[in-house]
Nanobody
């Protein structure tokens, strides 16, 4: 069983940067594609970014528009989400999720492993 723990969230001002981390327990982390999702109050959870098992392929939601970058280090069992030029609309609870196939999907229903999430709040 792989457990995911996120960290790195916080309260920042518009234009600031944050780096979120998703650390996995277990030795099979490299067998999972990983994605970040976020959920704002009163809104549905949405896909933010995903990365393949090897880290060679990455995928982004349009709203990231080059502001976010996802990366991973399987030796450290960690996936990061670097977020820059943050906006108030980026506020939400950010969760990482893992799925068995080699490549991530944008559909949250495909993921069977989830972390508890880390809160990101961007003030204007």
């Amino acid at each position: 069983q792989v457990l995911l723990v996120e960290s790195g969230g916080g309260l920042v001002q518009a234009g600031d940067s944050l780096r979120l981390s998703c650390v996995a327990s277990g030795r099979t982390f490299s067998s999972y594609a990983v994605a970040w999702f976020r959920q704002a109050p009163g809104k549905e959870r949405e896909f933010v970014a995903g990365i393949s098992r090897s880290g060679g392929s990455t995928y982004y939601a349009d709203f990231t528009k080059g502001r976010f970058a996802i990366s991973r280090d399987n030796a450290k069992n960690t996936v990061w989400l670097q977020m820059s030029s943050l906006r108030p609309e980026d506020t939400g609870n950010y969760s990482c999720a893992a799925v068995g196939p080699a490549y991530p999907t944008r559909n949250e229903g495909n993921y069977d492993l989830w972390g508890q999430g880390t809160q990101v709040t961007v003030s204007s």
